[in-house]
Protein backbone atom coordinates (compact mmCIF):
# COMPACT_ATOMS: atom_id res chain seq x y z
CA UNK A 1 0.00 0.00 0.00
CA UNK A 2 1.28 3.59 -1.09
CA UNK A 3 0.42 6.74 -0.02
CA UNK A 4 0.03 10.18 -2.37
CA UNK A 5 -0.49 13.66 -1.17
CA UNK A 6 -3.30 15.63 -1.67
CA UNK A 7 -1.19 18.13 -3.56
CA UNK A 8 0.03 15.84 -5.94
CA UNK A 9 3.81 17.02 -5.56
CA UNK A 10 5.31 14.92 -2.82
CA UNK A 11 7.29 11.61 -3.66
CA UNK A 12 4.72 8.15 -2.95
CA UNK A 13 5.85 6.80 0.43
CA UNK A 14 4.59 3.46 2.38
CA UNK A 15 2.96 3.45 5.45
CA UNK A 16 5.93 3.25 7.70
CA UNK A 17 7.08 6.39 6.43
CA UNK A 18 3.60 8.50 6.40
CA UNK A 19 3.35 7.40 10.07
CA UNK A 20 6.55 9.38 11.27
CA UNK A 21 6.02 12.02 8.39
CA UNK A 22 2.99 14.18 9.73
CA UNK A 23 2.52 16.64 6.59
CA UNK A 24 3.16 16.03 3.07
CA UNK A 25 6.69 17.88 1.94
CA UNK A 26 4.26 20.02 -0.27
CA UNK A 27 1.78 21.15 1.73
CA UNK A 28 -0.97 18.27 1.64
CA UNK A 29 -2.22 15.74 3.47
CA UNK A 30 -1.33 11.51 2.82
CA UNK A 31 -4.22 9.50 1.84
CA UNK A 32 -4.01 5.43 0.90
CA UNK A 33 -3.75 5.37 -3.29
CA UNK A 34 -6.17 2.81 -3.62
CA UNK A 35 -8.90 1.46 -0.71
CA UNK A 36 -9.21 -2.13 0.63
CA UNK A 37 -12.72 -3.26 -0.44
CA UNK A 38 -14.49 -5.66 1.82
CA UNK A 39 -17.69 -7.44 0.33
CA UNK A 40 -20.80 -7.87 2.61
CA UNK A 41 -20.11 -11.53 3.17
CA UNK A 42 -16.29 -10.58 4.42
CA UNK A 43 -17.98 -7.59 6.76
CA UNK A 44 -21.29 -10.34 7.69
CA UNK A 45 -18.14 -12.95 8.99
CA UNK A 46 -16.47 -10.33 11.41
CA UNK A 47 -19.91 -10.44 13.74
CA UNK A 48 -18.47 -12.49 16.41
CA UNK A 49 -15.35 -10.50 16.53
CA UNK A 50 -13.98 -8.53 19.82
CA UNK A 51 -13.21 -4.86 19.26
CA UNK A 52 -9.31 -5.40 19.13
CA UNK A 53 -9.97 -8.58 16.31
CA UNK A 54 -11.94 -6.25 14.23
CA UNK A 55 -9.11 -3.91 14.10
CA UNK A 56 -6.79 -6.04 13.22
CA UNK A 57 -8.76 -7.23 9.95
CA UNK A 58 -9.70 -3.62 9.01
CA UNK A 59 -6.42 -2.00 9.76
CA UNK A 60 -3.75 -4.57 8.29
CA UNK A 61 -4.61 -3.45 4.43
CA UNK A 62 -3.54 -0.25 5.41
CA UNK A 63 -0.16 -1.03 7.31
CA UNK A 64 0.37 -3.79 4.54
CA UNK A 65 3.81 -5.35 4.81
CA UNK A 66 5.12 -2.38 7.01
CA UNK A 67 4.80 -3.89 10.10
CA UNK A 68 5.02 -7.81 10.70
CA UNK A 69 1.08 -8.96 11.59
CA UNK A 70 1.78 -11.09 15.01
CA UNK A 71 3.54 -7.75 15.76
CA UNK A 72 0.60 -5.32 14.82
CA UNK A 73 -1.79 -7.88 16.54
CA UNK A 74 -0.25 -7.52 20.25
CA UNK A 75 0.15 -3.74 19.23
CA UNK A 76 -3.79 -3.68 18.75
CA UNK A 77 -4.74 -5.96 21.27
CA UNK A 78 -2.65 -3.85 24.03
CA UNK A 79 -4.09 -0.40 22.67
CA UNK A 80 -7.79 -1.88 23.35
CA UNK A 81 -6.82 -3.69 26.56
CA UNK A 82 -6.62 -0.46 28.03
CA UNK A 83 -9.96 0.77 27.67
CA UNK A 84 -12.58 0.62 30.89
CA UNK A 85 -15.19 -1.19 29.15
CA UNK A 86 -15.20 -5.28 27.49
CA UNK A 87 -17.21 -3.76 25.02
CA UNK A 88 -14.53 -0.97 24.23
CA UNK A 89 -16.97 0.64 21.93
CA UNK A 90 -20.20 0.49 23.40
CA UNK A 91 -23.87 1.17 22.16
CA UNK A 92 -26.73 2.87 24.34
CA UNK A 93 -30.10 3.11 22.88
CA UNK A 94 -31.85 6.46 23.60
CA UNK A 95 -35.21 5.56 21.38
CA UNK A 96 -36.13 3.58 18.62
CA UNK A 97 -33.71 2.56 16.74
CA UNK A 98 -31.74 5.72 17.90
CA UNK A 99 -28.46 4.82 19.87
CA UNK A 100 -25.00 6.94 20.50
CA UNK A 101 -21.87 5.19 20.42
CA UNK A 102 -19.66 5.65 23.72
CA UNK A 103 -16.01 6.09 22.36
CA UNK A 104 -15.22 7.75 25.71
CA UNK A 105 -13.95 4.70 27.76
CA UNK A 106 -10.61 5.04 27.06
CA UNK A 107 -7.72 6.32 29.16
CA UNK A 108 -8.63 10.26 28.74
CA UNK A 109 -12.34 9.99 28.47
CA UNK A 110 -12.47 10.90 24.59
CA UNK A 111 -12.52 9.16 21.25
CA UNK A 112 -8.95 10.44 20.61
CA UNK A 113 -7.54 7.75 22.86
CA UNK A 114 -8.98 5.08 19.54
CA UNK A 115 -6.18 6.33 17.71
CA UNK A 116 -3.61 7.45 20.02
CA UNK A 117 -3.41 4.93 22.06
CA UNK A 118 -2.25 2.56 19.13
CA UNK A 119 -0.38 5.66 17.13
CA UNK A 120 2.31 5.46 20.13
CA UNK A 121 2.93 2.42 20.01
CA UNK A 122 3.01 2.18 16.37
CA UNK A 123 5.74 4.75 15.99
CA UNK A 124 7.09 3.31 18.70
CA UNK A 125 7.86 0.18 17.03
CA UNK A 126 8.88 1.84 13.66
CA UNK A 127 11.14 3.76 15.32
CA UNK A 128 13.10 0.65 17.06
CA UNK A 129 13.10 -1.29 14.17
CA UNK A 130 15.15 1.98 12.58
CA UNK A 131 17.11 3.03 15.18
CA UNK A 132 16.18 6.44 15.18
CA UNK A 133 14.26 8.85 17.63
CA UNK A 134 11.52 11.31 17.08
CA UNK A 135 10.18 14.35 18.66
CA UNK A 136 6.63 14.75 18.72
CA UNK A 137 5.38 18.80 19.03
CA UNK A 138 2.32 19.64 19.76
CA UNK A 139 -0.67 22.31 20.54
CA UNK A 140 -3.69 21.95 22.40
CA UNK A 141 -7.16 23.36 23.82
CA UNK A 142 -7.33 20.09 26.11
CA UNK A 143 -8.60 16.97 24.62
CA UNK A 144 -5.65 16.33 21.95
CA UNK A 145 -2.93 17.13 24.59
CA UNK A 146 -3.95 14.78 27.16
CA UNK A 147 -4.80 11.77 24.71
CA UNK A 148 -1.21 11.90 22.67
CA UNK A 149 0.70 11.96 25.99
CA UNK A 150 -0.69 9.38 27.62
CA UNK A 151 -0.49 7.91 24.04
CA UNK A 152 3.43 8.20 23.76
CA UNK A 153 4.12 8.16 27.95
CA UNK A 154 5.46 4.38 27.64
CA UNK A 155 7.41 5.15 24.19
CA UNK A 156 11.26 4.82 24.59
CA UNK A 157 12.23 6.03 21.44
CA UNK A 158 10.23 9.83 21.69
CA UNK A 159 9.82 12.77 23.73
CA UNK A 160 6.47 14.48 23.63
CA UNK A 161 5.93 18.31 23.89
CA UNK A 162 2.57 19.68 24.48
CA UNK A 163 1.75 23.47 24.61
CA UNK A 164 -1.30 24.56 25.96
CA UNK A 165 -2.41 28.10 26.57
CA UNK A 166 -1.41 28.45 30.26
CA UNK A 167 -4.48 29.33 32.51
CA UNK A 168 -6.91 28.79 29.90
CA UNK A 169 -7.61 25.30 29.78
CA UNK A 170 -10.03 23.57 31.93
CA UNK A 171 -8.57 21.93 35.41
CA UNK A 172 -9.22 18.28 34.60
CA UNK A 173 -7.76 18.82 31.06
CA UNK A 174 -5.08 20.22 32.60
CA UNK A 175 -4.35 17.30 35.00
CA UNK A 176 -4.59 14.85 32.62
CA UNK A 177 -1.56 16.46 31.12
CA UNK A 178 0.81 17.30 33.71
CA UNK A 179 0.01 14.31 36.16
CA UNK A 180 1.74 12.18 33.75
CA UNK A 181 5.11 12.04 34.96
CA UNK A 182 7.32 10.09 32.39
CA UNK A 183 10.37 11.27 32.18
CA UNK A 184 9.79 11.55 27.96
CA UNK A 185 6.61 13.83 28.55
CA UNK A 186 7.10 17.95 28.76
CA UNK A 187 3.67 19.50 29.31
CA UNK A 188 4.51 23.52 28.40
CA UNK A 189 2.44 26.09 29.51
CA UNK A 190 2.59 29.02 27.09
CA UNK A 191 2.04 32.43 28.12
CA UNK A 192 -0.10 33.05 25.38
CA UNK A 193 -3.69 31.71 23.78
CA UNK A 194 -4.30 28.74 21.54
CA UNK A 195 -3.38 30.25 18.55
CA UNK A 196 0.10 31.17 19.68
CA UNK A 197 0.49 27.53 20.44
CA UNK A 198 -0.17 26.74 17.33
CA UNK A 199 1.83 29.05 15.52
CA UNK A 200 4.82 27.58 17.72
CA UNK A 201 4.16 24.42 16.27
CA UNK A 202 4.00 25.49 12.86
CA UNK A 203 6.90 27.47 12.68
CA UNK A 204 9.19 24.90 14.28
CA UNK A 205 8.11 22.19 11.62
CA UNK A 206 9.13 24.96 9.25
CA UNK A 207 12.21 25.08 10.31
CA UNK A 208 13.86 22.10 12.57
CA UNK A 209 17.72 23.20 12.81
CA UNK A 210 16.73 23.93 16.63
CA UNK A 211 17.01 20.49 17.01
CA UNK A 212 20.36 19.81 15.81
CA UNK A 213 19.74 16.75 13.90
CA UNK A 214 16.60 15.28 15.78
CA UNK A 215 13.04 14.77 13.17
CA UNK A 216 9.47 16.69 14.28
CA UNK A 217 6.50 14.30 14.01
CA UNK A 218 3.01 15.29 14.31
CA UNK A 219 -0.08 13.18 15.94
CA UNK A 220 -2.75 15.79 15.26
CA UNK A 221 -5.07 14.44 12.70
CA UNK A 222 -3.04 15.35 9.28
CA UNK A 223 -1.70 11.83 10.61
CA UNK A 224 -2.81 9.54 8.57
CA UNK A 225 -2.65 6.53 10.97
CA UNK A 226 -5.07 8.64 13.12
CA UNK A 227 -7.78 8.13 11.03
CA UNK A 228 -6.97 4.87 9.78
CA UNK A 229 -7.60 4.02 13.20
CA UNK A 230 -11.01 5.14 13.52
CA UNK A 231 -12.46 4.00 10.93
CA UNK A 232 -12.64 0.36 12.74
CA UNK A 233 -15.40 1.64 15.10
CA UNK A 234 -17.99 2.42 12.36
CA UNK A 235 -17.73 -0.94 11.57
CA UNK A 236 -18.04 -2.28 15.19
CA UNK A 237 -20.82 -0.44 15.32
CA UNK A 238 -22.86 -1.11 12.27
CA UNK A 239 -22.77 -5.08 13.14
CA UNK A 240 -23.70 -4.53 16.32
CA UNK A 241 -27.12 -3.28 14.81
CA UNK A 242 -27.58 -5.64 12.17
CA UNK A 243 -25.08 -4.90 9.48
CA UNK A 244 -23.87 -5.28 7.23
CA UNK A 245 -27.39 -6.51 5.64
CA UNK A 246 -29.02 -3.78 7.26
CA UNK A 247 -27.69 -0.48 6.57
CA UNK A 248 -26.84 2.57 8.97
CA UNK A 249 -26.56 6.30 9.22
CA UNK A 250 -24.28 8.31 11.38
CA UNK A 251 -24.10 11.38 13.10
CA UNK A 252 -20.73 12.89 14.10
CA UNK A 253 -19.91 15.92 16.22
CA UNK A 254 -17.32 17.51 13.85
CA UNK A 255 -14.08 19.67 13.90
CA UNK A 256 -11.32 18.81 12.46
CA UNK A 257 -13.41 16.50 9.83
CA UNK A 258 -10.95 13.64 10.83
CA UNK A 259 -13.60 11.51 12.12
CA UNK A 260 -16.50 11.68 10.21
CA UNK A 261 -13.89 11.39 7.28
CA UNK A 262 -12.97 7.73 9.00
CA UNK A 263 -16.75 7.26 8.49
CA UNK A 264 -16.68 8.13 4.78
CA UNK A 265 -13.96 6.13 4.14
CA UNK A 266 -15.87 2.87 6.09
CA UNK A 267 -18.90 3.56 3.43
CA UNK A 268 -16.10 3.93 0.45
CA UNK A 269 -14.49 0.40 1.73
CA UNK A 270 -17.98 -1.40 1.38
CA UNK A 271 -19.99 -1.05 4.27
CA UNK A 272 -23.70 -0.53 3.57
CA UNK A 273 -24.08 3.37 5.00
CA UNK A 274 -27.09 5.76 3.86
CA UNK A 275 -26.52 8.85 5.76
CA UNK A 276 -23.49 10.89 7.08
CA UNK A 277 -24.38 13.29 9.31
CA UNK A 278 -21.77 16.47 10.12
CA UNK A 279 -23.00 18.02 13.18
CA UNK A 280 -21.09 21.76 14.61
CA UNK A 281 -21.47 24.05 16.88
CA UNK A 282 -21.35 27.87 15.91
CA UNK A 283 -18.26 27.57 14.24
CA UNK A 284 -20.36 26.36 11.27
CA UNK A 285 -18.10 26.60 8.00
CA UNK A 286 -18.40 22.89 7.10
CA UNK A 287 -22.13 22.74 7.44
CA UNK A 288 -22.37 26.60 5.15
CA UNK A 289 -20.10 24.32 2.44
CA UNK A 290 -22.26 20.95 2.90
CA UNK A 291 -25.64 23.01 2.80
CA UNK A 292 -24.92 25.57 0.93
CA UNK A 293 -21.07 25.81 -1.19
CA UNK A 294 -19.94 28.43 0.87
CA UNK A 295 -16.35 27.47 1.69
CA UNK A 296 -15.62 30.69 3.85
CA UNK A 297 -14.11 31.48 6.89
CA UNK A 298 -15.74 33.21 9.62
CA UNK A 299 -14.88 34.73 13.26
CA UNK A 300 -13.54 31.64 15.36
CA UNK A 301 -16.41 32.04 18.49
CA UNK A 302 -14.98 30.35 21.80
CA UNK A 303 -18.28 28.00 22.59
CA UNK A 304 -19.13 24.68 25.24
CA UNK A 305 -18.06 22.66 23.35
CA UNK A 306 -14.72 23.70 22.33
CA UNK A 307 -12.85 20.86 20.99
CA UNK A 308 -15.15 21.28 17.94
CA UNK A 309 -13.83 25.42 18.01
CA UNK A 310 -12.12 25.27 14.24
CA UNK A 311 -12.51 27.15 11.37
CA UNK A 312 -10.38 25.34 9.08
CA UNK A 313 -10.84 22.04 9.15
CA UNK A 314 -7.30 20.24 7.83
CA UNK A 315 -9.40 16.87 7.20
CA UNK A 316 -11.76 18.24 4.77
CA UNK A 317 -8.84 18.83 1.78
CA UNK A 318 -9.03 14.61 1.92
CA UNK A 319 -12.46 14.63 1.10
CA UNK A 320 -12.04 17.42 -1.61
CA UNK A 321 -9.48 15.75 -3.25
CA UNK A 322 -11.47 12.86 -3.75
CA UNK A 323 -14.17 15.05 -4.74
CA UNK A 324 -12.17 16.58 -7.79
CA UNK A 325 -11.27 12.78 -9.03
CA UNK A 326 -7.64 13.17 -6.91
CA UNK A 327 -6.42 16.25 -8.99
CA UNK A 328 -3.43 17.38 -6.91
CA UNK A 329 -3.05 20.79 -9.00
CA UNK A 330 -7.29 21.36 -8.28
CA UNK A 331 -6.54 21.14 -4.71
CA UNK A 332 -3.31 23.08 -4.05
CA UNK A 333 -4.97 26.04 -6.27
CA UNK A 334 -8.54 25.66 -4.33
CA UNK A 335 -6.61 25.43 -0.95
CA UNK A 336 -4.38 28.51 -1.84
CA UNK A 337 -7.33 30.69 -2.46
CA UNK A 338 -9.19 29.55 0.22
CA UNK A 339 -6.16 31.22 2.58
CA UNK A 340 -7.02 34.70 1.11
CA UNK A 341 -11.09 34.54 0.01
CA UNK A 342 -14.05 32.69 0.01
CA UNK A 343 -14.33 30.22 -2.63
CA UNK A 344 -16.68 27.68 -3.69
CA UNK A 345 -16.70 24.48 -5.53
CA UNK A 346 -17.26 23.66 -8.81
CA UNK A 347 -21.47 23.03 -8.79
CA UNK A 348 -20.60 19.12 -9.69
CA UNK A 349 -17.97 19.12 -7.06
CA UNK A 350 -20.29 20.58 -4.57
CA UNK A 351 -23.26 18.06 -5.70
CA UNK A 352 -21.37 15.21 -5.03
CA UNK A 353 -20.71 16.41 -1.43
CA UNK A 354 -24.22 16.98 -0.94
CA UNK A 355 -25.02 13.59 -1.80
CA UNK A 356 -22.41 12.25 0.45
CA UNK A 357 -23.53 14.00 3.43
CA UNK A 358 -25.73 16.11 5.48
CA UNK A 359 -25.10 18.59 7.98
CA UNK A 360 -26.34 20.90 10.68
CA UNK A 361 -25.59 23.17 13.26
CA UNK A 362 -26.48 24.13 16.86
CA UNK A 363 -25.54 26.90 18.97
CA UNK A 364 -24.67 26.89 23.12
CA UNK A 365 -27.86 27.67 24.18
CA UNK A 366 -29.45 24.62 21.99
CA UNK A 367 -26.78 22.52 23.35
CA UNK A 368 -27.91 22.74 26.95
CA UNK A 369 -31.39 22.26 25.92
CA UNK A 370 -30.52 19.01 23.75
CA UNK A 371 -28.55 18.19 27.23
CA UNK A 372 -31.81 18.82 29.08
CA UNK A 373 -34.19 17.45 26.91
CA UNK A 374 -32.19 14.11 26.35
CA UNK A 375 -31.35 13.53 29.91
CA UNK A 376 -35.54 14.47 30.81
CA UNK A 377 -36.47 11.62 27.81
CA UNK A 378 -34.11 9.10 29.09
CA UNK A 379 -32.51 9.16 31.49
CA UNK A 380 -28.27 9.37 29.71
CA UNK A 381 -26.04 11.99 29.88
CA UNK A 382 -24.46 13.77 27.10
CA UNK A 383 -21.68 15.66 26.93
CA UNK A 384 -22.09 18.98 24.73
CA UNK A 385 -19.81 17.90 21.73
CA UNK A 386 -22.28 14.59 21.91
CA UNK A 387 -25.54 16.52 22.30
CA UNK A 388 -24.54 18.53 18.87
CA UNK A 389 -24.11 15.30 17.77
CA UNK A 390 -27.52 14.13 18.71
CA UNK A 391 -29.40 17.48 17.85
CA UNK A 392 -27.84 17.02 14.07
CA UNK A 393 -28.61 13.43 13.90
CA UNK A 394 -32.70 14.17 14.92
CA UNK A 395 -32.80 17.29 12.23
CA UNK A 396 -31.39 15.25 9.54
CA UNK A 397 -32.44 11.65 9.76
CA UNK A 398 -34.40 10.68 6.75
CA UNK A 399 -35.64 7.26 7.22
CA UNK A 400 -36.46 6.07 10.53
CA UNK A 401 -36.39 2.73 9.73
CA UNK A 402 -32.57 2.68 9.50
CA UNK A 403 -30.10 2.87 12.69
CA UNK A 404 -29.33 6.55 13.00
CA UNK A 405 -25.87 6.79 15.78
CA UNK A 406 -24.58 9.32 17.27
CA UNK A 407 -20.79 9.13 18.30
CA UNK A 408 -20.61 10.18 21.97
CA UNK A 409 -16.90 11.80 21.51
CA UNK A 410 -16.36 12.86 25.29
CA UNK A 411 -17.26 11.65 28.75
CA UNK A 412 -19.86 14.34 30.03
CA UNK A 413 -17.18 14.50 33.22
CA UNK A 414 -14.72 16.60 31.23
CA UNK A 415 -17.29 19.31 30.41
CA UNK A 416 -19.31 20.11 33.26
CA UNK A 417 -20.33 23.52 32.82
CA UNK A 418 -23.00 22.61 29.75
CA UNK A 419 -24.20 20.38 32.21
CA UNK A 420 -24.56 22.52 34.97
CA UNK A 421 -26.40 24.90 32.91
CA UNK A 422 -28.50 22.49 31.52
CA UNK A 423 -29.82 22.57 35.61
CA UNK A 424 -28.35 18.69 35.76
CA UNK A 425 -26.19 17.88 38.31
CA UNK A 426 -22.18 17.52 37.64
CA UNK A 427 -21.16 14.01 36.71
CA UNK A 428 -18.76 12.15 39.17
CA UNK A 429 -14.77 11.50 37.46
CA UNK A 430 -14.54 7.33 36.87
CA UNK A 431 -12.81 4.98 39.66
CA UNK A 432 -9.40 5.19 37.15
CA UNK A 433 -8.81 9.07 37.43
CA UNK A 434 -10.73 9.33 41.39
CA UNK A 435 -7.70 10.83 42.78
CA UNK A 436 -6.69 13.49 39.81
CA UNK A 437 -7.21 16.43 41.78
CA UNK A 438 -4.84 15.20 44.45
CA UNK A 439 -1.84 13.55 42.20
CA UNK A 440 1.66 15.73 41.51
CA UNK A 441 1.92 18.00 38.33
CA UNK A 442 4.75 18.45 36.50
CA UNK A 443 4.54 21.74 33.72
CA UNK A 444 6.90 24.09 32.61
CA UNK A 445 5.54 27.99 31.75
CA UNK A 446 7.60 29.79 29.24
CA UNK A 447 7.35 33.21 27.80
CA UNK A 448 5.15 33.72 23.90
CA UNK A 449 8.61 32.99 22.32
CA UNK A 450 9.41 30.95 19.77
CA UNK A 451 13.29 31.10 20.51
CA UNK A 452 12.74 30.23 24.15
CA UNK A 453 10.39 27.33 23.56
CA UNK A 454 12.53 26.29 21.29
CA UNK A 455 15.95 26.57 23.55
CA UNK A 456 13.28 24.03 26.15
CA UNK A 457 12.85 22.01 23.63
CA UNK A 458 16.64 21.46 22.84
CA UNK A 459 18.03 21.24 26.61
CA UNK A 460 15.42 18.21 27.10
CA UNK A 461 15.00 16.06 24.14
CA UNK A 462 16.94 12.62 24.69
CA UNK A 463 19.41 12.00 22.21
CA UNK A 464 19.92 8.24 22.21
C1 LIG B 1 -11.57 16.22 18.71
C2 LIG B 1 -12.99 16.20 19.14
C3 LIG B 1 -14.07 16.38 18.23
C4 LIG B 1 -13.83 16.71 16.77
O1 LIG B 1 -13.30 15.64 16.04
P1 LIG B 1 -12.65 15.90 14.59
O2 LIG B 1 -12.06 14.60 14.20
O3 LIG B 1 -11.63 16.97 14.81
O4 LIG B 1 -13.75 16.34 13.68
C5 LIG B 1 -15.35 16.27 18.72
N1 LIG B 1 -15.61 16.03 20.02
C6 LIG B 1 -14.62 15.85 20.91
C7 LIG B 1 -14.97 15.61 22.34
C8 LIG B 1 -13.28 15.93 20.52
O5 LIG B 1 -12.30 15.75 21.43
Avoid at 105 to 111: E, I
Amino acid sequence: MKYISTRGQAPKLDFADVLLAGLASDGGLYVPETLPQFSQEEIASWSGLSYAELAFKVIKPFVDTCIDDADLKRMVDETYAGFNHSAVAPLKELGTNEWVLELFHGPTLAFKDFALQLLGRLMDHVLAQRGERLVIMGATSGDTGSAAIEGCRHSDHLDIFILHPHNRVSEVQRRQMTTILADNVFNIALEGNFDDCQQMVKDSFADQAFLNGLKLGAVNSINWARIMAQIVYYFSAALAVGGPHRPVAFSVPTGNFGDIFAGYLAKQMGLPVTQLVVATNRNDILHRVISGNDMSKGELVHTLSPSMDIMVSSNFERLLFDVYDRDGDAIRDLMARFRTEPVQLEAARWEKVRELFDSACADDETTCQTIADVYAETGYLLDPHTAIGVKAARECWRDRSVPMITLATAHPVKFPEPVVKAGLESPQLPEHLHDLFEREERVDVIDNDLQAVQAFIAAHVHRD
